[in-house]
Structures are given as C-alpha cells and as structure tokens.
C-alpha cells in the first residue's frame, strides 16, 4: 500500500485510478473513507468485498457541489437549505434518488433513496472534482470495526489489499457524518455525529423520532458496530484483570488497571471524539491487556454521538459472518 502525500499529481493518480473503477482511501474531516466510483457497480462491490459488508447497507455518495448532489438525489427546499449552511461538513442528507440518476444499484442498496454528503476536506473535494463521479465511500475498515482517522489505520486494516491512501493527517472530527433523513415530512437523525439536532432544527424546524433498534431504517444503526477485537464494557466500577480503562475527564481512580489513556483530561468533547477511534486501535494492540473498560462522557453536544459509538462497541457481538 502505497501513503501518498497529497499534491496535484498524486491527487491526479487517484482520480485516474478511480475512474478505471479502482479503490483509494480518501481522507475526509470525519474519518478515511474507502472510495470507489458510485457509479460503477463493479466498484461498488469491491468496496462490499474488501469490508466484507453486509450488502443491505448502503453507502453514502459524495460529492463536491451541490451541483453534483443534484444529479443523483431530488433535493427539496429543506435539503438544499440545509446543504447550502451545512456543506462542505459532516452532514449526510438522506434524500430521494433521481429517477434518472447514473448510480450503481449495489450503493444504495436497491433502495429508492440516496445518502449524499460533501465533505470538509480539500483533498477530498479535489479528487471528487476529477473523478468527476459521484464517490461512494464507507468508513475504511473492515465491517463492524473501528473506524480510521489516520493513514495507518487504514493501512493495518487492509495492507496489501489497497494500493493507494491519499494522506490527509489526522481526520480533525474523528467522528462519522451525522445522518439526515429527509424523505419523509419530518427530518429524522439516523446516525448522531457532529452536526448537533440544534443546528438542523434551527433551519427546517422539529425533526421527527429516531426509529427503534429493532427496525433500523439506516443499517449502521445495526447495534453491535465500532467494536475493537478485545471485549469493551460501559462505566466500570472497578478493574478487572487485564482490563486497560478509556477514561474521560479529570483523573478518575486508575488503580488495577493495566494501562489508561484519557479521552480529554479537560473534559473537551471535540478532543474525545478526535481521539476515540485512535485510542481504540492503541488498547487493542496494547501488549498485556485484555479488555477495555469505557467511561461515557456527558449526553450532551458531540457527546451523544461519542456515547452511541462507544455503546455500540460495547453491544454484544454478531456472528461474524454476518458482518
Ligand atoms: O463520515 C462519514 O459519513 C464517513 C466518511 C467516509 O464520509 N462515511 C461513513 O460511511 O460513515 P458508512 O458507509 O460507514 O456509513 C453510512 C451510513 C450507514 O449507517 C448507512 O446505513 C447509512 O449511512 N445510509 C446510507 N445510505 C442510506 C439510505 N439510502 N437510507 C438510510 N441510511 C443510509
Ligand atoms: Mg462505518
């Protein structure tokens, strides 16, 4: 797997690379994406292929307008309002597809909807911009796992299977996009992430319930997800053996545990969310640990989205041939 600084030329590579229906890592603001041609049903399904992702979950297309969106996804006054405030950023909109939309089946699942986002990364937009596609781009790690923020993530994910990660730094939100539902009359948040309910309420007004567990309409709503290989337990009362602790905040009693990393010691939620899925991938491969022991971090703000991965992690755990 070849890092590549991303500089006009490398960038160039890539999108040639795409548009012949190959696979790159893109950075993005939220987390490395494996991105394929949306329209390409052959790449579409080597991206399927390479996360070993149950095909019932779509994909989120991105683009680098809302020109583009339009072209894939019937947008209506609410979605271009909230596109025009809130992109390029960690909003996925999910809308109508367009009847006549040139979209690989295999991304949207077979669904009649499309989920559209542009995303906050010069790179990113760079490289939708010359593919001239839209780019469909799930987290870059295999399903179910822990998502990548950084180059090295992705290259311990899938070493030799990918040929080329545009190195983007850090991803600065380290958090999934926050997912919209707008097909119906009300907004319905699918996926909590950065972009607070606040926001999107302050311009299309009350969003509706998000649907049960038991019906997911979005399928990464499916529960056990983010999970890191080692076992992870939610706000331990003490140590178990072997158990490294995921704290939060000002120092809590550390005694027993074999390691300790600290989310935020200020209790800075942006900084918790840019190094959770970091420390993760750090506990897992910690020599002499056994399990991860989480604090949760206060329900508020990005919080809420920080909570419901790490509970996620935490969900007992499919048979791994479902994904
Ligand atoms: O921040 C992000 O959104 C990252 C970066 C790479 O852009 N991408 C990402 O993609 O998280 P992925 O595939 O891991 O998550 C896409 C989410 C899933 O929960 C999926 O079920 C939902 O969006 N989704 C996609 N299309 C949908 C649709 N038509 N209807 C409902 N949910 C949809
Ligand atoms: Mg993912």
Not at 68 to 89: C, F, H, N, S
Not at 278 to 305: F, H, K, N, Q, S
Request: proline share 9%; net charge neutral.
């Amino acid at each position: 797997m070849a890092i590549l600084q991303p500089i006009p030329q490398t960038i160039a590579e890539a999108a040639r690379h795409l548009r012949a229906g190959g696979l790159v890592a893109m950075p993005t603001e939220t987390v490395y994406g494996l991105a394929g041609d949306a329209t390409s049903d052959r790449a579409v399904a080597l991206i399927f292929e390479l996360k070993a992702r149950p095909r019932f979950n779509p994909l989120i297309c991105h683009v680098s307008s809302i020109k583009m969106a339009e072209t894939i996804a019937v947008m209506d006054r609410r979605a271009k309002y909230l596109a025009q405030r809130q992109w390029p950023g960690p909003l996925t909109l999910v809308l109508p597809r367009r009847a006549d939309a040139k979209l690989s089946r295999l991304a949207t699942a077979g669904l009649d909807t499309v989920a559209v986002r542009m995303p906050d990364h010069g790179v990113a937009l760079d490289l939708i911009e010359q593919a001239g596609v839209p780019i469909a781009a799930p987290s870059a790690n295999r399903s179910g796992g822990v998502s990548p923020t950084t180059p090295s993530h992705v290259e311990a994910e899938f070493g030799k299977r990918l040929g080329i990660v545009l190195d983007g730094g850090p991803a600065r939100v380290g958090l999934e996009s926050t997912v919209l539902d707008l097909t119906g009359p009300v907004g319905v948040i699918l996926r909590p992430g950065a972009v607070q309910p606040e926001t999107i309420q302050a311009s299309i007004g009350e969003l509706g319930a998000a649907p049960t567990e038991g019906q997911p309409k979005s399928p990464g709503m499916l529960s056990s997800h983010y999970a890191p290989r080692r076992p992870l337990r939610l706000d331990p009362d003490e140590a178990r053996k072997g158990e490294a602790l995921l704290a939060f905040g000002p120092a809590p009693g550390v005694e027993g545990y074999a390691a300790v990393l600290n989310l935020s010691a200020g209790s800075d939620l942006a900084e918790a969310a840019a190094n959770l899925f970091a420390y993760l991938r750090m506990l897992d491969e910690m020599p002499g640990v056994t399990g991860i022991a989480a604090m949760t971090v206060p329900e508020r703000g990005l919080g809420v989205a920080i909570n419901d991965r790490l509970r996620r992690a935490a969900a007992p755990r499919p048979d791994p041939a479902a994904g």
